[in-house]
């Protein structure tokens, strides 16, 4: 506690004698281990409303930004801020942790699968942490950090931005060792305009990394690989078609995933997305970078779960349900249509809005509409504003069937073309909410 109180140059009230703090939380209803409470005040609600439900659930001391009374003579340090403290404190404890190694993960698209993908690899070896679930922000970010367990020896670390300068923060509290850039889209492009800014912005996490660190990239995305000598940081780079460090030959797939090759070496991965070959390339990369044996490389990247509404595959009956509702951009919607070809069985697409797309919106929905026109997909039912420009594309083929309605419409829709045997792909971005479609239909099913 003394620690940190200078760390932050506040002086500890209610003190009686040194804690040591092994945990944060910023939720009082999540205490751990001899914890530190931060109250955070947030658009909808107020930290510092908690702080003696808090203390009633375990907490040793707490942050406050405000004056306050709490009950038990708590102890605790005043602070102008205790958003800006715990980013803070996170800096100070990456400083204090030069043995740990950081793997830091951005990108327009797969930074949560690569991430698990790395994360299982690496922990076939060391012990690994990981930030959980959408923790990537300038909140997420630090007080993943602060809760870092002692005896790790490698912290995966997915970061997320919407505008420049935010990975660059989040880079120089974490200080990654390695970079990750997974690729470079679409997403956020009504802030940033371009993607050669998006490149600019996801290039800041090389703005904390040590000048001896790696940047490992897809030298398949076609910004990266145009502006890859741009890059301040040694590069290394994987892909499937251009030419690259790690490359996945000799693809095959198989009935539940598929089998590919780097250098020499047979690899499979059990997924229905082909796009997972991408992430799964860095985790092999990285695996090798830092000295894991093939074997323990191709055991890790073989046990990697699925994660909740990405390309999640549900099977009810003989009907196929695949919910990829917790995100999307043109590259994704493209990726998982073509995951969906790889299907037995009468397909069906049920698509919502891409957010964020600015002045490009029709453009990259009217992209998606034209290339669904050369697959074969049976029906396509699109609900939302700008969904509209893939119908527009798609119903100018006379072999798929369309349509255009109300989220409320698209079941009656469903159930008229359901037989047995379909595959329904669900996708949109998730400020859509079709995820509440999709519990809505496995619930009729």
Do not use: W
Not at 50 to 58: S, T
Not at 129 to 157: C, F, M, R, W
Not at 265 to 286: C, G, M, P, Q, R
Not at 367 to 390: E, L, N, W
């Amino acid at each position: 506690m003394s620690e940190i109180g200078r760390i932050l140059n506040a002086t500890v009230e209610n003190f009686k004698e040194d804690i040591l703090i092994e945990s944060f939380s910023i939720n009082s209803k999540d205490i751990r281990k001899n914890a530190m409470f931060i109250p955070l005040k947030g658009n909808r609600f107020d930290g510092h409303d908690f702080i003696d439900q808090a203390i009633d659930n375990g907490a040793l001391c707490f942050l406050t930004q405000k004056d306050v009374i709490a009950k038990k003579d708590c102890p605790y340090l005043k602070v102008d801020d205790t958003l800006k403290a715990m980013q803070n404190l996170a800096c100070a404890y990456r400083e204090k942790r030069k043995d740990l190694v950081v793997i830091g993960i951005t990108g327009s698209v797969g930074k949560t699968t690569t991430k698990e993908y790395i994360y299982n690899v690496l922990s076939t070896t060391y012990n690994t942490y990981k930030n959980q679930g959408n923790y990537n922000n300038h909140i997420g970010l630090p007080y993943s950090i602060l809760n870092i367990p002692d005896k790790t020896e490698i912290a995966v670390l997915e970061m997320g931005m919407s505008n420049f300068g935010e990975i660059s923060f989040l880079s120089k509290i974490s200080k990654p060792d390695i970079g990750v850039i997974t690729n470079i889209g679409v997403a956020h492009i009504e802030n940033l305009k371009t993607r050669y800014n998006i490149f600019l912005a996801k290039s800041e996490i090389q703005d904390g990394m040590p000048s001896s660190s790696l940047l490992v990239i897809n030298n398949d995305n076609d910004i990266l690989h145009s502006h890859r000598n741009e890059l301040k940081r040694r590069v290394v780079t994987i892909g499937i078609e251009n030419d690259s460090d790690f490359m996945a030959k000799d693809i095959q797939k198989a009935a539940n995933g598929f089998y590919f090759v780097v250098d020499s070496y047979k690899y499979f991965i059990e997924t229905f997305n082909f796009h997972d070959i991408y992430n799964s390339l860095f985790a092999i990369a990285v695996g090798i970078i830092l000295g894991i044996d093939r074997e323990a490389i191709a055991q890790g990247i073989m046990k990697k779960d699925g994660l909740k509404r990405r390309f999640e595959v549900i099977k009810k009956g003989d009907i196929t349900v695949i919910d990829d509702t917790y995100n999307a951009s043109t590259h994704s919607m493209i990726s998982a249509i073509d995951s969906v070809c790889n299907f037995e069985g009468k397909k069906i697409l049920v698509l919502g809005d891409m957010l964020e797309l600015g002045s490009l919106s029709e453009q990259e929905h009217r992209k998606v509409g034209s290339y669904i026109v050369t697959k074969p997909i049976d029906v396509v039912i699109c609900t939302g504003q700008d969904a509209f420009y893939i119908f527009d594309q798609v119903r100018k083929n006379e072999k798929i069937k369309s349509y255009f309605v109300s989220k409320e419409e698209c079941l009656d829709i469903l159930q008229k073309e359901l037989e047995g045997g379909s595959v329904v792909l669900f996708k949109a971005s998730r400020g859509v909410k079709l995820d509440e479609l999709v519990d809505n239909f496995l619930r009729g099913l």
